[in-house]
Nanobody, 125 residues
């Protein structure tokens, strides 16, 4: 499975961006998907993830109320990012966990089986 992420860019603080992540291979079933980010000099951190059904979602505390993850289809997940802050600046990676438990939400890097190449998000102050 290959993942393609897009939607990153440069935006001023308070602005919005929408990231998308699509699997290049059509899958017959949905799998949990999520987003991580890595800022320069920092470890990769969990941002948000959605279960295979789309009904279970988790966010890191710092993005709650600002970011929304949306399971658009079997193969596409969006991350709507509003009220962006300079500390959101990072390379954002989408991942897919090949698990079929309906309520399962991966939150650790090791939970994911496939990763996209990353998309840069830069928020200026």
């Amino acid at each position: 499975v290959q993942l393609q992420a897009s939607g990153g860019g440069l935006v001023q603080a308070g602005g919005s961006l929408k990231l998308s992540c699509t699997t290049s291979t059509r899958t017959l079933v949905e799998y949990p998907m999520g987003w991580f980010r890595q800022a320069p000099g920092k470890e990769r951190e969990f941002v948000a993830a959605v279960s295979r059904t789309g009904r279970n979602i988790k966010y890191i505390d710092s993005v709650k109320g600002r970011f929304t993850i949306d399971r658009y289809s079997k193969n596409t997940v969006y991350l709507q990012m509003n009220n962006l802050k300079p500390e959101d600046t990072a390379v954002y990676y989408c991942g897919l966990a090949q698990r079929e438990n309906n309520g399962y939400i991966p939150t650790k890097s090791a939970d994911f089986d496939f990763w996209g190449p990353g998309t840069q998000v830069t928020v200026s102050s």
